[in-house]
């Protein structure tokens, strides 16, 4: 219950209307909980917009001041690597444009401003580009000239390349660190079928594409109503799995905030979104969950389209499971399963891959492709891949008993909606808060608090 106390209170300090009440518990923490908190942040990716929410807002020299020189040096970590990342951007970005191949780059240095204030608040793992499907052989040879080789594939059409490694990875790696690992991805598309889902996305984005500039550089990235589609895409395919980077939807979040009054990009925004209704569905689940977690108003046109008509199965699902499922740790958990089948039209196909998800033949894909020539590291290599595929076989062995009980949870949820009675749902964001705020002997109203505590409870079973 103590890793949940704090991660509420790093939500409530990111939200809308920020409260920092929640963060007075960390100075009753042990030295354990605040190392799992700190890895919770490296992993869901918000370290560095939680360092800088404090900073801006002078909430800094209140954290306890081993917590607070945690943070600082995540921050200057990142500093360093982003201009690293900067430089490896420039060479793929300069060896495409000088092959004259069509290409968009998405993610990543590109979402600021409108999603990011600063570059630097972003931990960038890879490189992700657009291109036409006809021209993936050249954007291969392109990478390839940039020293990437393929890696892998996905069932939806792209393409992973990677460096080698030189290093066997752990995970008690730092992640903010400068290595010589780089990685990236070619995409055909800015929805690549996941887990038999398929959506009807705008296939025109590149002839739509825009040039920008970062510093002295200039490339291509998508217009903004495409960014903004993206990245709601792109958070619901990992929705579709078993975890997704809380991040990315707390950057969303920024956008809808600072863009909150532009009219005409939100319709621009449902214009491009075409007329599929599974389309409209994952972005409204996708919206209905980053508020839930944020706050904040919805912009009116977005509202109408894409929450109003939203299916109450998901609704409900976003009310009883988000929150939790969005705070797990790096695992994830399988409860998504409990509304996947909505964005699914073949019923064969969906009875086969609920097999497959539940009791998984292949896995991931190993740790990656250890490089070193020596024999000792690659001995070491084959044991981590061997130590992490069992790790995988753990969860999923885990999550099959955890997930029966959920499962319970949920139908009893969907049949008490059904018949009109009250069902006891997690609790508010409010609620939210008054529990974190009274976890660490801050003052919130009694009874709002006792009735949070219960319902945080019953979620949690």
Same mark, same amino acid.
């Given at each position: ?94 060896? #495409? ?264 033949? #292949? ?99």
């Amino acid at each position: 219950m103590r890793r949940v106390t704090l991660k509420l209170a790093v939500i409530s300090a990111l939200r809308s209307e920020p409260n920092f009440a929640g963060l007075r518990a960390l100075f009753a923490c042990s030295s354990k909980d605040s190392a799992d908190l700190l890895t919770w942040l490296d992993h869901s990716g918000l370290a560095l917009y939680f360092f800088a929410r404090l900073r801006d807002r002078g909430e800094l020299g209140p954290l306890p001041p081993d917590f607070r020189d945690a943070l600082k040096r995540r921050f200057h970590s990142n500093c360093k690597r982003m201009e690293a990342m900067v430089d490896e951007f420039s060479k793929v970005n300069a060896e #495409l444009r000088s092959r004259a191949i069509p290409h968009a780059f998405l993610k990543g240095f590109t979402l600021s401003p409108e999603f990011c204030p600063d570059p630097a608040l972003r931990h960038q793992s890879d490189l992700d580009i657009l291109v036409h499907a006809d021209s993936l052989t050249e954007a291969t040879q392109a990478l390839s000239a940039c020293r990437y080789s393929l890696s892998g594939a996905e069932a939806g059409g792209g393409l992973r390349f990677a460096t080698p490694l030189q290093y066997v990875p752990s995970a008690r790696d730092d992640i903010y660190r400068v290595t010589p690992h780089r990685e990236a991805e070619l995409h055909t598309s800015v929805w690549e079928t996941t887990g038999h889902v398929s959506l009807v996305a705008p296939k025109d984005c590149l002839e739509r594409t825009r040039r920008r500039k970062l510093r002295d550089i200039e490339y291509f990235s998508l217009v903004t109503e495409d960014m903004f589609l993206m990245q709601g895409l792109h958070a619901f395919s990992h929705l579709l799995g078993s975890w997704v980077r809380v991040s990315w939807l707390w950057e969303i979040h920024y956008f809808l905030q600072t863009n909150a009054g532009d009219a005409g990009l939100w319709h621009g925004i449902i214009g491009r979104a075409g007329h599929d209704p599974k389309l409209r569905k994952s972005i409204g689940l996708v919206l209905c969950l980053t508020t839930e977690l944020f706050g904040g108003p919805i912009p009116e046109a977005l509202d109408d389209w894409c929450l109003d008509a939203l299916p109450e199965r998901l609704e409900t699902w976003v009310r009883h499971f988000g929150t939790q499922w969005a705070l797990s740790e790096l695992a994830g958990s399988k409860v998504t399963l409990f509304i996947h089948k909505e964005f699914v039209d073949d019923s064969s196909k969906w009875r086969g891959y609920l097999v497959r998800r539940l009791i998984p033949v #292949l896995g991931k894909p190993s740790i990656g492709r250890i490089g070193a020539s020596d024999v000792k590291t690659r001995l070491v290599g084959r044991a981590a891949q061997l130590k992490f595929s069992g790790q995988r076989l753990a969860f999923h062995a885990r999550e099959l008993f955890v997930l029966a009980g959920k499962a319970f949870r949920w139908r009893h949820v969907l049949k008490s909606r059904q018949k009109g009675r009250a069902v006891l749902p997690c609790p508010s964001n409010t609620e939210l808060e008054n529990h974190a705020i009274s976890a660490c002997g801050g003052s919130a109203d009694k009874k709002t608090f006792l009735v949070g505590e219960e319902r945080l409870h019953a979620n949690l079973e």
